[in-house]
């Protein structure tokens, strides 16, 4: 199976952009699905997360009211609504699939996540 991340583009600031990751050819459905991004010379940060079953959702501190995670089930595929776009959100955006059982989707400080099936990126540029 893979992910595929589209979506990312260069955009003044306050700008709004939706990112799309589309699942294939996996035989079941992800447990989870997520959001990371990663800056040059920056620790990857957990933007966000879904949990497919329940529809629940969390957040890193930084995109909190700004960037909504969605999903679309019938078509594989989740969403990130980007809205009031800063430069700090200049960055390599990257989709993440299933986490196991006991897992945690982003340990803030270290980067850390036990999401097993990542996709390439797409990149997004926020410029001032």
């Known amino acids: 199976g893979k992910l595929v991340e589209s979506g990312g583009f260069s955009v003044p600031s306050s700008f709004s952009l939706r990112l799309s990751c589309a699942a294939s050819?996996?035989?079941?459905?992800?447990?989870?699905m997520g959001w990371f991004r990663q800056a040059p010379g920056k620790e990857r940060e957990g933007v966000a997360v879904i949990f497919t079953e329940t529809g629940s959702t969390e957040y890193g501190d930084a995109v909190k009211g700004r960037f909504t995670i969605t999903q679309d089930n019938a078509k594989n595929t989740v969403y990130l609504q980007m809205n009031s776009l800063k430069s700090e959100d200049t960055a390599m955006y990257y989709c993440?699939?299933?986490?196991?059982?006991?897992?945690?989707?982003?340990?803030?400080?270290?980067?850390?996540?036990?999401?097993?099936?990542w996709g390439q990126g797409t990149q997004v540029t926020v410029s001032s």
């Open positions: 050819g996996y035989s079941y459905s992800s447990n989870s």
């Open positions: 993440a699939a299933d986490l196991p059982d006991d897992g945690s989707w982003y340990v803030p400080g270290t980067g850390g996540t036990d999401f097993i099936y």
